[in-house]
T-cell receptor, first 112, second 115 residues
Framework: QKEVEQDPGPLSVPEGAIVSLNCTYS??????FMWYRQYSRKGPELLMY????GNKEDGRFTAQVDKSSKYISLFIRDSQPSDSATYLC????????????FGDGTTLTVKP | DTGVSQNPRHKITKRGQNVTFRCDPI?????LYWYRQTLGQGPEFLTY????????KSRLLSDRFSAERPKGSFSTLEIQRTEQGDSAMYLC?????????????FGEGSWLTVV
């Protein structure tokens, strides 16, 4: 079993929809949680970065972490065609100094 | 800030040949990471450097793989006697020295196809 499991998708939504992307993790030592966006044949780009449980908002994006259930979510409001990409969740422990463990990604398509 | 630069972007090689990838991190980032990503999978950690010291290596990094970061600047990842299973995108990332947590910045990746 992988340490980080991500809903595989693919996910297709109409423009303007609210998108929910989800991951679960198994290692209680994970303390930092990230969401990356990856366009086809490009490197991942950091979108959101959170520490501990709670919500963090940045524009149309909200990251949510529930450490009690080991559940990570990313919400995208008013989705745009330009949001079409693969979204990767990632986690990290306090002592791993940058070694991140990634989910396998969810591919999102936002249709105009 | 020109971002993390990786070369070559694409490499096609015959099985058994050696290949080398180069990564130039964001200037003044003292940590540098190598990850590998195959189609439909997330990136998998291979190794990381703090300055010129290689501090951690994944068990994924077999004896055929070697990474260096001379002088703590650019890094190279060499794969000897390539196998078809080595076909993947090799991602380099860098980060500044941090007090806690981590934000790492990825390059565009180097695609390797072993035929």
């Amino acid at each position: 079993q992988k340490e980080v499991e991500q809903d595989p998708g693919p996910l297709s939504v109409p423009e303007g929809a609210i998108v929910s992307l989800n991951c679960t993790y198994s290692n209680s030592a994970f303390q930092y949680f990230m969401w990356y966006r990856q366009y086809s044949r490009k490197g991942p780009e950091l979108l959101m970065y959170t520490y501990s449980s709670g919500n963090k908002e940045d524009g149309r994006f909200t990251a949510q972490v529930d450490k009690s259930s080991k559940y990570i979510s990313l919400f995208i409001r008013d989705s745009q065609p330009s949001d079409s990409a693969t979204y990767l969740c990632a986690t990290q422990g306090s002592t791993n100094a940058g070694k991140s463990t990634f989910g396998d990604g969810t591919t999102l398509t936002v249709k105009p | 800030d020109t971002g993390v630069s990786q070369n070559p972007r694409h490499k096609i090689t015959k099985r058994g040949q050696n290949v080398t990838f180069r990564c130039d991190p964001i200037s003044e980032h003292n940590r540098l990471y190598w990850y590998r990503q195959t189609l439909g999978q997330g990136p998998e950690f291979l190794t990381y450097f703090q300055n010129e010291a290689q501090l951690e290596k994944s068990r994924l990094l077999s004896d055929r793989f070697s990474a260096e970061r001379p002088k703590g600047s650019f890094s190279t990842l060499e794969i000897q006697r390539t196998e078809q299973g080595d076909s993947a995108m090799y991602l380099c990332a860098s980060s500044p020295k941090i007090r806690f947590g981590n934000t790492i910045y990825f390059g565009e990746g180097s695609w390797l196809t072993v035929v």
